[in-house]
């Protein structure tokens, strides 16, 4: 009985089988991003207390994964810290990729004044702050002047650390952010790992 052909060259049969358990590990690893969780870094100052410059965070895709599934768009909560693609990316020295906190949705009108915000709602038409339930985040009141009713389909959002220019977002110049652009709200920092939390 003739020995078969893998038997005969057995280093074809290893390259074959490591080739395609890479192709399998690469196509894992993308399904893993594009519909269960994705991994950013935070850059800069604009989320500060919160997140820092250096730290991990590991985004959870499972709820815009489900929408989408459902043909939804995927509404986060408010005061989640999400992850989205900057409306505005051209690729020149600005970030594809923010990190901010929710404070309002479609339809709500948002006004900033005296460093506070209030959201309005035909739920809440005298207005609450947005920051009532977030456990003392962001804790600096808030630099410039809004008054604003969120478009249909998006909602609007800010850093953290809001005096000064320190973050750049629906206040001053970001804009209000597309429900399709949302990555997803951030489950866990993993690094540093002396302050691993959960959101």
Not at 150 to 166: A, K
Request: proline letters at 7%.
């Amino acid at each position: 009985m003739e020995a078969s052909f893998f038997t005969r060259h057995p280093l074809l049969k290893d390259v074959l089988s490591l080739t395609a358990f890479a192709i399998a590990v690469l196509i894992g690893t993308l399904l893993i991003n594009q519909f269960v969780f994705r991994s950013f870094n935070v850059e800069g100052p604009s989320m500060e207390k919160t997140l820092y410059t250096g730290d991990r965070l590991i985004v959870n895709r499972v709820p815009v994964t489900i929408a989408k599934l459902q043909n939804k768009s995927y509404i986060p909560e408010r005061g989640q810290v999400i992850v989205f693609e900057n409306p505005q990316y051209t690729g020149n020295n600005i970030d594809e990729y923010i990190v901010k906190r929710v404070i309002a949705f479609a339809g709500e009108r948002v006004v900033l004044k005296d460093g506070l915000y209030t959201v309005y709602n035909d739920t809440n038409p005298i207005g609450f702050n947005p920051d009532d339930a977030n456990d003392g985040e962001p804790g600096s009141p808030t630099t410039g002047e809004v008054d604003t009713i969120v478009p249909d389909g998006e909602i609007f959002v800010s850093g953290d650390h809001r005096q000064g220019n320190y973050s750049y977002d629906s206040r001053n110049g970001l804009g209000t952010i597309p429900l399709y652009d949302i990555i997803g709200p951030v489950g866990i920092r993993i690094f540093p790992f002396t302050d691993i939390r959960t959101f």
